[in-house]
């Protein structure tokens, strides 16, 4: 009887749900978190509701690796032209390949933006850019192509959206110097030659209902909006995990006024650089994405109130690096159709993505005449 009187005393803390969430993933159910943490099943249901009510929790993201469909990832960094700095941000739309952006601020002055272009197009990019010169839209953009990356999901034990992050930056800033005096190699598991995985519309049409619902998706609602058999899905989303296109999934953090995005552009001398592994524990979600073996960026998500604390610890790191420079995102839009619309840029007809760029700079040059 005693050890029952414990057990029922026994209380489960938000900061324990939500360690095992981050160490178990996106995609964890609530029977394997109920093995874990030793409480009942429709407990951690009813808490993981709560968490998602108090804003703890927003929803679930997967990870793909979309080069090995064909598909090139890409960032673009906008430097408005004083001319056109008010020129509505809509103007942005004109390029469906461009699925989401932010309004920037750093070296750059404009529009952060993130795409896609066919894997044997790379020059669609470079395109777009020279035609918002030539109309004076801009006056200078970075482009950052995706070789490969590794996403980490926050550590949301250490995080309140009434108080923020609980984090001691000056144990990371210790932790960083010890990581860098030793030298030891980062080891990062970069995938330098991704290739494309054999795959058709339909790995396309399964792909774009999950990054628009998230992982809360069952296989049988999946089956009803692509056509295919709930047995059929599994078996394709099955592949894409093999082929290492669909990586996993993410719980994400609500974004609030005081979210910022930070960017961080490195190039270092060697990839194994120990400087890498410094960005590995910091507590936010973060990713560290590859253009080539000596070009990185690194992609976190905080609040305004630690960006002077992560830039001092960035202090510590600058005399390792050859060169980096830093860009501050706010205020995210995304395309009109959202992410469905992007990948159903992919045409069943001739199994191939298709992006007219040459009509994309055509109808900028339309919503120019009218703004």
């Not at 005393?9 to 995609?27: P, S």
């Not at 998230?214 to 056509?227: N, P």
């Not at 979210?259 to 060697?270: C, N, W």
């Not at 960006?307 to 980096?324: A, D, I, Q």
């Amino acid at each position: 009887m005693s050890t029952t009187k414990n057990k029922e005393k026994k209380k489960l803390t938000d900061e324990e749900l939500l360690l095992a969430i981050t160490r178990l993933g996106g995609k964890v159910t609530a029977t394997e978190l109920s093995q874990t943490l030793d409480f009942p099943a429709r407990t951690i249901r009813y808490r993981i509701k709560r968490l998602r009510e108090k804003r703890h929790l927003d929803r679930v993201w997967p990870q793909t690796l979309d080069a090995k469909l064909g598909l090139g990832e890409t960032g673009v960094i906008l430097d408005m032209s004083d001319e056109h700095r008010t020129l509505p941000r809509e103007f942005l739309f004109c390029f469906p390949n461009f699925y989401v952006n932010y309004a920037t601020f750093g070296r750059y002055n404009g529009y952060s933006v993130a795409g896609g272009y066919p894997i044997g197009a790379p020059q669609m990019i470079d395109r777009i850019v020279r035609a918002m010169k030539q109309m004076g839209i801009i006056k200078d953009a970075y482009i950052f192509n995706t070789l490969d990356f590794i996403s980490l999901s926050a550590d949301l034990s250490k995080y309140s959206p009434v108080t923020g992050w609980k984090w001691d930056w000056r144990e990371w800033v210790k932790h960083s110097e010890k990581l860098i005096k030793r030298g030891e190699p980062s080891d990062l598991d970069f995938d330098t030659n991704p290739g494309t995985m054999d795959y058709d519309h339909k790995d396309i049409a399964i792909i774009a209902e999950i990054k628009m619902d998230g992982g809360d998706l069952t296989h049988k609602e999946i089956s009803k909006r692509v056509g295919l058999s709930e047995t059929q899905v599994g078996v394709r989303i099955q592949r894409l995990k093999e082929a290492n296109v669909l990586r996993g999934y993410l719980w994400l953090t609500e974004q609030r006024p005081q979210t910022i995005v930070l960017y961080t552009y490195l190039e270092l001398d060697d990839p194994n650089d120990p400087v890498l592994s410094c960005f590995l524990d910091l507590p936010f979600r973060r990713e560290l994405i590859m253009d080539s073996p000596g070009k990185y960026c690194v992609r976190l998500m905080s609040d305004t109130a630690d960006v002077v604390n992560y830039l001092k610890g960035l202090e510590t790191l600058r005399p390792h690096l050859r060169s980096y420079f830093v860009q501050f995102c706010v205020n995210l839009r995304v395309i009109p159709g959202g992410m469905r619309g992007f990948y159903h840029l992919h045409k069943e007809s001739t199994g191939q993505w298709e992006m007219p760029v040459e009509e994309y700079i055509q109808d900028l040059e339309r919503f120019l005449k009218k703004h």
